[in-house]
Structures are given as structure tokens and as C-alpha cells.
């Protein structure tokens, strides 16, 4: 039998602070308490349902909500300046919610249900990560990791490619400034190791990003292109498309057009049509 939620209100985060208060006999009141005074929050084994309530604790550094019953991340968007936050063993199927914890460096998510690893981007400075023991199925799907610079501990153990033959090595190679993996510390002839196995993937994987780059890059600059010609109020510059359109637009050019054999001089020189319209 599932146990019975309970709510997460500002009378239940007030009650815990007061109890982990350094000085719990002086604390009577919530008024002896300035809320961007604390610092951390510990509200485990609560059965908590939903996040809520934590508007106005902006210097929380610490958050801890593990072993609860909570099925989404959200209610953080205030919580700048935390650097903690354990989330593990609850019910939670889709990482999100976490932009505005650019200061994050350690994400526990351990024992959920999570199928992918993905809204993430802003959490620059990661260091520590995780995500044991969830449902995560494509190993690839931990290149996403690849964009942390910060990032040296990750504790992945116990998904559904956790079968695979070798995990960890693929892991270790493409995720080469790890420095722990499932709690275990990474010595460089392993690493070395792992970084030979997967070479050519590597490789494969480096020239498939530098392509994406490339054609990102084209695409911006020819957008940035026609936007230029926009602002001049001259649309499709780049190309024939004002040419063809002076020339469709000249009805005696068209006429002459029709002519037998200007057709192909005209497919072979384009700009004589100035000269015959």
C-alpha cells in the first residue's frame, strides 16, 4: 500500500528549519528567522508529493527531498544560489525545471524513473552527477554529459544498459576529464585503456560534431545574410531571383525570349538579357 502524501506548505519548511536551527530552544517564532539567513533544507522521509513553497529562501545553498514521493521537478526557479540538491528515491520520470540553478555543482537523482538524460544545459557548473539506478536505455545518450567541463564524478550504475557489455569503458572514453565513475576512482592507465578501445568512435563522433558545426555556421551567416538584405528592403539578393524576376517582369525581353536559339544563348549566358531587353 502506497504511503500517504503529504503537502509541502510554508508551515512544514518553517517546522524543519526551526528544529535544524543551531539554536532550536531561542527560535519561537518564524520571525526569529530571516528567510535568506538559511542556508539549507532537509525534509526527507516526508512523503512530499510536491515542491512548493521555497520562494523566498534565495541563499539556499543545500536542498534535500530525497526519499519522497515526488513525481516532478519544480518550484526551484528562485533558488539561485544552490549548489546542492538531492533529489534521489523519489518518483520522478523527466529531468527539468533546473534552469535558473546555474550555481549547481552536485544533482543526486539516483532511484527514480528517468528514461533520458536532457534539460540540463544551464548547469555549467556540474561537477558531481547522479542518475543510478533509473531507467535510462541508449548509452549514448551520456554524450549529453560531454558539455560539462566541470564535470569529474558520475554515478550511472544500475540502468538498463547497465548490462551491456563494458558500459563503463564507453563511458570513460568519451567522457575523458571523469575522474569517478560508480564510485570508483579512475586511474590514467585505465583511462588510456578505454581511450584506445573506443578510437575510432571517437573519431567518428568528433568529425560527425565538426560537420554539425560547419552547417550551423553556413546556416547562421546565410540567415544573417538575408536579414541584411531585408533591412535594405532588397529580399533574395543572394541569387538569381532578382535578375529572373526583372527579366520575367520585361515584356519585350520575354518576347524575344521566344525567339528560337536565344533561349539556349540566354541559358548559357544569363547576363546577355541586359542587352536584348
Known amino acids: 500500500m502506497d504511503p500517504l502524501p503529504s503537502k509541502m506548505n510554508r508551515e512544514m519548511v518553517w517546522d524543519v528549519i526551526k528544529k535544524n536551527s543551531v539554536k532550536p530552544d531561542l527560535v519561537t517564532d518564524v520571525d526569529d528567522i530571516c528567510p535568506t539567513e538559511v542556508d539549507a533544507i532537509k525534509l526527507e522521509y516526508q512523503n512530499i508529493l510536491r515542491i512548493d513553497s521555497l520562494e523566498e529562501f534565495t541563499s539556499l545553498v543545500r536542498l534535500d527531498l530525497n526519499n519522497n514521493l515526488i513525481k516532478k521537478i519544480q518550484g526551484l526557479d ?3 544560489n544552490l549548489t546542492w540538491l538531492n533529489l534521489s528515491f523519489n518518483r520522478i520520470e523527466k529531468i527539468q525545471g533546473l534552469e535558473s540553478l546555474q550555481k549547481l555543482k552536485v544533482l543526486n537523482l539516483t532511484n527514480n524513473r528517468i528514461t533520458i538524460i536532457e534539460n540540463m544545459d544551464t548547469l555549467i557548473n556540474l561537477t558531481h552527477f547522479f542518475i543510478g539506478s533509473n531507467l535510462l536505455d541508449q548509452l549514448k545518450n551520456v554524450l549529453y554529459l560531454q ?24 563511458i570513460v572514453a568519451f567522457l575523458p576529464n571523469l575522474k569517478i565513475l560508480d564510485n570508483k576512482l579512475l586511474h590514467q592507465e585505465l583511462k588510456e585503456k578505454a581511450s584506445s578501445k573506443h578510437q575510432a568512435d571517437i573519431e567518428k ?7 554539425k558545426q560547419l552547417a550551423e555556421e553556413a546556416l547562421q551567416k546565410q540567415e544573417a545574410e ?21 527579366f520575367d517582369e520585361d515584356f519585350f525581353s520575354s518576347a524575344i525570349h521566344s525567339v528560337p536559339g ?13 542587352f536584348i531587353s
Open 226 to 246: 538575408l536579414n541584411l538584405h531585408k533591412e535594405a528592403f532588397v529580399d533574395n539578393l543572394n541569387g538569381p531571383h532578382l535578375l529572373n524576376s526583372m
Open 147 to 170: 558539455k560539462f567541463k566541470k564535470l569529474f564524478h558520475v554515478y550511472i550504475k544500475g540502468n538498463l544498459f547497465s548490462n551491456e557489455d563494458d558500459y563503463q569503458s564507453f
Open 205 to 211: 563522433r568528433n568529425q560527425e560534431e565538426s560537420g
Open 262 to 274: 536565344v533561349g539556349d544563348l540566354l541559358q548559357s549566358y544569363p547576363f546577355v538579357r541586359f
Open 78 to 80: 528562485s533558488l539561485i
